[in-house]
């Protein structure tokens, strides 16, 4: 039940070290901004605030309801968190899920934590906020438009996000570009409008029980021009580049000629020392099964070992 | 029904169990990170990476069986690796027509495929097997250790805390709703009403879920100044780690970094 249907929670193993790295630098720039900014609007209500609100997120995310054929729609949380709590606090929000979810449960993994961060929480919130304070700003802060505005944030959020995922895929050579990045964004422009109905049904929900939860957040959205400006720019980018990696799968290559990042960023990091020959083992056939025999010795060794000491137990215990 | 079941510690007293958390973090982390930068088919490596995995998951004594169905949960991601077996370049194994296309799997795409998701594999067991030997609060004193900002931490800590209760909150939502939605038995009816129906009630209960959230974080808030809390974190010193887990983590270090050398010699 914990497992979501969206792909994008992704695992250890699945993208290179470079690419990780790269996502880790940026990813921690950010939310150490957002801790900053939220300290500032918040002050000392941010650890309550933000500790009890990222446990609501993922509690809210074992809600579902049955869409057809066994599927269900699902919350991933940025968009209700970022109009709820603003940009920089619903980053934080997200933040603490992504992390709980990668140390706590395996739901995505350790060392691409940094690159789940940025596609969940950095821009999941961004794309999130860009659009909803678009809609409002072109339909007036209007019911209508909030729910509208929830909407299309929440689909859009999902949507970038898994482009965002099916890049770095790409750009790690664990996944085709030609074949996932319209993979997944075919199945998140489904799954994002499970996202965008409970979103909307939220919305709608606090409007008529709360509407100071909606209106109070919107009038303090401080800071809140740089992370429109980066919402939309990561859509354009995304959206640009894409159906380029798509369509012609060469691209990536090209890219890969003109700069060498790409071949950098898919070679294991070591690549880049030089050569350098062994002069014993230079079978790898033989070195596969002298790892095979060393490994099982010290598997057999280690059993033997705990076994061992089991048995002293029990036998100096009973 | 509590949902207690969340927690993946598995209490013990095995020498993983003993270990200090810190070196439990660095060393989990020095080992998927090891394993990240091991290149495509360098099986030998990825035969003693697992040995050494599964070595530690017996001394631990929480089961290997537990360690794999939790490994298990985060298979499915491999779907996303799939078609590379037929899209790298190299020899081809076998060729088949599907439709008007012509799928060659080659033998450097199925490498390439079964190096990841090896690499994954043995990734997430090292995850699985440090949170199940180390209980929650000892991996907030690692992650305040590796100087993660002491104010994340604290975000962390408080939402662990009511994690628990806010997950019981949903799950009483969501027995409240099948409650209330009938199942007529009949195979085309749906339990509960309309798509829009069922779409705008999982909405109502995500909303009563923040508010609930947001009042219980005033409350909170409120419990924590009238216990003297002045925006000040402050927490006990890190305590002093004993001489032996510093050999663990020299050791532990030394070991990863033969397999590097040796993934580098092998080349």
């Known amino acids: 039940m914990l497992l979501s249907p969206e792909a994008l929670h992704i695992p250890d193993g699945f993208l290179s070290a470079l690419v990780s790295i790269i996502l880790w630098i ?7 901004y957002a801790l900053k900014r939220v300290g500032k609007d918040l002050g000392e209500r941010q650890v309550p605030l933000m500790g009890v609100l990222a446990a609501g997120i993922f509690a809210g995310q074992m809600l579902n309801f049955a869409v057809a054929g066994g599927t269900s729609g699902h919350l991933m949380g940025a968009a209700i968190a970022t109009i709820l709590m603003g940009p920089w606090a619903a980053i934080l929000i997200m933040t603490s899920v992504v992390s709980i979810q990668a140390l706590i449960f395996q739901d995505g993994g ?37 729910l509208i505005g929830g909407f299309i944030a929440a689909w859009l959020s999902i949507e970038i996000a898994s482009l965002s995922v099916a890049m770095q895929l790409a750009f790690s050579g664990t996944s085709p570009a030609n074949l996932a990045i319209p993979a997944m964004a075919g199945v998140h422009a489904l799954i994002g409008i499970g996202e965008g109905l409970i979103t909307v049904g939220a919305l709608a929900f606090l409007l008529a029980s709360r509407p100071d939860l909606i209106q109070r957040r919107e009038t303090r959205q401080v800071g809140g021009k740089v992370v429109w400006l980066i919402g939309l720019l990561i859509v354009l980018i995304l959206v640009i580049a894409s159906p380029l990696a ?14 060498g990042f790409l071949s950098t960023a898919r070679a294991p990091l070591y690549r880049l020392i030089p050569d350098y020959i062994f002069p014993g083992i230079t079978n790898e056939t033989l070195a596969t099964i002298v790892a095979g025999i060393l490994g099982a010795v010290i598997i057999f060794g280690v059993g033997l070992g705990v076994a061992y000491t089991r048995r002293n137990r029990q036998t100096s215990g009973g | 029904m509590h949902i207690h079941f969340l927690d993946p510690y598995q209490g013990g007293d095995s020498p993983v169990h003993r270990t200090d958390a810190r070196v439990k973090f660095i060393l989990t982390v020095a080992f998927i990170l090891t394993t990240a930068i091991m290149p495509i088919g360098a099986w030998p490596v990825y035969i003693l990476l697992f040995a050494m995995i599964i070595s530690m998951v ?17 298979f499915p991601f491999v779907l996303a690796a799939l078609p590379l077996i037929i899209t790298t370049p190299g020899l081809p194994l076998v060729a088949t027509h599907v439709g008007p296309w012509e799928i060659t799997v080659t033998l450097a795409g199925v490498e390439r495929f079964v190096s990841i998701a090896l690499k994954s594999w043995i990734s997430v067991q090292a995850a699985i097997l440090m949170i199940a030997t180390t209980p929650f609060p000892d991996l907030m004193v690692a992650m305040r250790a590796v100087r993660i900002p002491r104010l994340l931490v604290a975000i962390f800590a408080l939402m662990w805390r009511y994690l ?76 002093e780690m004993e001489g032996s887990n510093w050999i663990v983590l020299i050791v532990g270090g030394v070991l990863l970094g033969m397999l590097v050398v040796l993934a580098l010699l092998l080349r």
């Open chain 2, 58 to 74: 017996i001394l631990s004594a929480v089961g290997v069986i537990y360690v794999q169905k939790r490994a298990a949960l985060a």
């Open chain 1, 110 to 146: 350790l060392l691409v934590l940094g690159a789940n961060i940025f596609n969940m929480a950095i821009v999941g919130v961004a794309v999130a906020y860009m659009v909803y304070r678009t809609v409002l700003w072109l339909m007036g802060e209007k019911k209508r438009s909030i």
């Open chain 1, 26 to 32: 940026i990813s921690i720039a950010i939310v150490g």
């Open chain 1, 246 to 259: 798509t369509t012609r799968p060469d691209g990536l290559e090209w890219v890969a000629t003109q700069n």
């Open chain 2, 164 to 239: 628990f209760v806010l997950a019981d909150e949903a799950l009483r939502l969501l027995r409240a709703r099948a409650a209330r939605s009938g199942d007529s038995g009949i195979s085309d009816l749906r339990r509960g009403g309309s798509f829009t129906w069922r779409a705008q009630t999982a909405g109502g209960m995500a909303g009563n879920l923040f508010i609930r959230s947001i009042d219980r974080s005033d409350r909170i808030y409120v419990a924590m100044l009238s216990r003297g809390y002045d925006g000040e974190l402050r927490a006990m010193p890190l305590p």
